[in-house]
């Protein structure tokens, strides 16, 4: 190209470059994909510098809203310059002298928004967003909801500025998106969207309820003390019960390269998004040397996986009748392994989606997971070989019940719903809800149950009323991990076998009787509230019946209850169906009252301990684990490290078994568990 096209191009790019940063960092509402950015950014880069002469600067984050007070940031809150190849990061790393480094620091990098925390006498008295690294925000109310972030350190330290990513952790964003597409509303993009959009919001009880962690990587300033390196300060961090990113020290470009490579293939297991690894000199004397550049450090540079993208084609649109009568359109496609996990659909969100992308049966798509855990549709195209003319339009009548379906619209995000509350789908939906984990914890009583029982449950109250002499009836009644072809292949007795998986389920239901308010209430399915609102509302009521005498004036007197919910909790109150339901279950004997502070109450013998977990079990599903670990005081790690106390380990272990040996973690097989949760008297010793 000329340099009159290079100068055109570049105007062009620094139009895009500046429009999507201000989507990603100001209005945490990002229209396309991190490598989209990305690659337009390194493009600007590319072109920049054909022409060193002319005057530019890459702008880092973005400017402070105007819904807080502003922070001006003594140290700056730097970004980092991106490698996407081996060879770029060989070329950082020979740069910068390696003879004379000796020592360099690899950490994942967390996909999640910067934050700066200060702590004074050891009180948390300030916490910041980077903005644009020299303006910041004041979210402190909101960071102090984060829920690893301690109010207070050793107050011995005067001073202390700190910065670390805050993010959603990927299980809580999977449930966040499931519940916000169940409700009609506008779904995060992604766990780092999620974040920024909970922390940079006003309702510090709203952003309680997302369940942000957060990770420190830097000491920014510090009184009374100097570090030599890096992984000392970190490791000083640490010692104050403050919560740091795992790190490797390297002292060549082969351990470079190898750590690298390493964090890709474990990438899918951390609890936090990572795209990419950031590698730091690790002697702070050195990175004082060197400085840094208008916009970036010359110590550190991050190198950014390439998103794995694959390509399959759809064979079909289907349309999924939610719980709460939201029509959803589902592109099935051709299975492929994407993130280590077979994926074979992909949401369309609504009608306005599909055109966008121009998705057709027939059509090649082009798929990722969002997050690392939601499968999505980034792109189709024709197949030259077949005629794919067909353009999907949504019904005007439900495909379940075959009612008129109406449109919402709901903050500007358009849907289609059916509101026959007979409808067989919804129906549906709305007992998988009510028996999943987070709600009221039946197990095996998935969408297949509900299809072979289909004729005895026509609501959740129903389930209460199975026994033995109903699940005998149906012969084709299985464990949904246990197909004919398993039990002849293990020689097992066939009615022993359905007498074993009903017997277990049956337990299971009445296991859920005991439950606490707050399961039921998420259980039921009141719109517009998760599982964080219904532990709210179950603190605050203490049961059902006053729950069901409330106004709205006294729900909106609760935090993180705005008006939209206490509507919609009203509502819910002032049915006659719900109120019948209600008084059923009770009379079936679930119970109805918030048992919460008997739990909060328990000694905390797994307090201060990390667990992992991996395998099978026979006994314990591994929502029950997590639950009797939690309810003990300890915490969960989806990744093993040296700091890890216990790996819980049961049958066809993965590869946190391997990781458990490599750090000297102590291995507990599923039998020794069962015996602490008995004798719990174990860790009094």
Not at 215 to 240: A, M
Not at 400 to 427: A, M, R, W
Not at 492 to 499: A, H, K, R, V
Not at 642 to 670: H, M, R, W, Y
Request: aromatic share 10%; net charge positive.
């Amino acid at each position: 190209m000329s340099k009159n096209e290079d100068l055109k191009k570049i105007k062009e790019l620094e139009f895009l470059v500046n429009y999507h940063r201000k989507k990603y960092h100001e209005e945490d509402n990002p229209e396309i994909e991190d490598w989209e950015y990305d690659k337009l950014k390194r493009d600007l880069e590319n072109l920049y510098k054909l022409y060193p002469d002319l005057k530019h600067e890459f702008k880092i984050g973005g400017r402070a809203s105007e819904k807080f007070s502003k922070v001006r940031h003594e140290i700056k809150m730097e970004s980092l310059h991106d490698s996407f190849s081996m060879e770029e990061i060989e070329n950082f790393y020979n740069k910068i002298d390696p003879e004379k480094t000796e020592e360099f620091v690899i950490e994942p990098k967390i996909d999640g928004i910067s934050l700066s925390v200060e702590y004074t006498n050891g009180i948390l008295m300030r916490a910041s967003t980077r903005g644009d690294g020299i303006i910041g925000e004041d979210i402190t109310e909101n960071a102090l909801t984060i829920k690893n972030l301690p109010h207070k350190i050793n107050p011995n330290i005067k001073y202390l500025e700190i910065r670390g990513e805050c993010f959603m952790p990927k299980p809580d964003f999977k449930e966040l998106t499931k519940f916000q597409e169940a409700n009609g509303q506008k779904i995060f993009k992604n766990p780092r969207n999620a974040a920024a959009g909970s922390i940079r919001q006003k309702d510090a009880e709203k952003c309680k309820t997302r369940n942000l962690q957060i990770l420190f990587f830097n000491v920014q300033k510090i009184s009374d003390k100097n570090f030599d390196t890096h992984s000392e300060s970190l490791e000083f961090l640490k010692s104050l019960g403050l919560s740091v990113v795992n790190f490797k020290i390297c002292k060549n470009f082969q351990e470079i390269k190898s750590e690298i490579e390493n964090i890709s293939k474990i990438r899918h297991d951390f609890k936090f998004q990572t795209d990419g690894a950031v590698l730091k000199i690790n002697l702070l004397k050195k990175r004082q040397e060197l400085g840094s550049t208008s916009s970036f450090p010359k110590w550190a540079e991050a190198f950014k996986y390439p998103p794995e993208i694959k390509k399959t084609r759809c064979t079909d649109i289907k349309l999924s009748v939610g719980r709460t009568g939201i029509i959803t359109p589902v592109c099935i496609f051709e299975p492929v392994n994407l993130s280590g996990s077979m994926v074979s659909k992909a949401s369309l969100h609504n009608e306005d989606f599909i055109k966008s992308k121009d998705v057709r049966i027939g059509n090649f798509v082009y798929v990722i997971k969002s997050g690392d855990i939601i499968p999505e549709i980034i792109k189709s195209e024709s197949d030259s070989d077949i005629q794919t003319n067909f353009e999907f339009k949504m019904p005007d009548f439900c495909p379940s019940c075959g009612k008129k379906l109406t449109f919402e619209n709901n903050n500007n995000n358009k849907i289609l719903k059916c509101k026959n509350e007979n409808c067989p789908e919804k129906i549906k939906s709305q007992i998988v809800h009510f028996t999943a984990r987070d709600a009221m914890n039946i197990e095996n009583f998935g969408e297949e149950t509900v299809n072979i029982l289909k004729h005895e449950i026509k609501n959740y109250s129903d389930i209460y009323k199975l026994n033995e002499n109903i699940l005998k009836k149906y012969k084709q009644f299985r464990s949904a991990n246990t197909s004919n072809n398993q039990i002849l292949m293990f020689g097992f007795n066939e009615q022993i076998y359905l007498n074993k998986i009903g017997k277990n389920l049956l337990n299971s239901i009445k296991k859920s009787k005991n439950n606490s308010l707050e399961r039921l209430i998420y259980g039921i399915g009141i719109l517009f509230v998760g599982k964080e609102t219904a532990k709210i509302i179950a603190k605050y009521f203490k049961n059902i019946e006053n729950l069901q005498k409330c106004t709205i004036e006294e729900l909106l007197q609760i935090d993180g209850i705005g008006e939209i919910t206490a509507k919609s909790i009203f509502d819910f109150f002032h049915n006659k169906k719900n109120i019948e339901n209600l008084n059923l279950i009770k009379k079936l004997g679930v119970n109805t009252n918030y048992l919460g502070n008997n739990i909060e109450n328990k000694n905390q013998k797994f307090s201060g301990l990390n667990f992992a977990i991996t395998g099978k079990f026979d006994n314990y599903s591994r929502g029950e684990i997590i639950e009797k670990i939690e309810n003990l005081g300890g915490k969960i790690s989806n990744s093993v490290s040296k700091n890890t106390s216990f790996v819980i380990c049961g049958s066809e272990p993965g590869k946190k078994l391997e990781d458990a040996k490599k750090f000297n973690v102590k291995i507990i097989n599923q039998e020794k568990f069962e015996s602490w949760i008995k004798e719990i008297e174990f860790f009094q010793n």
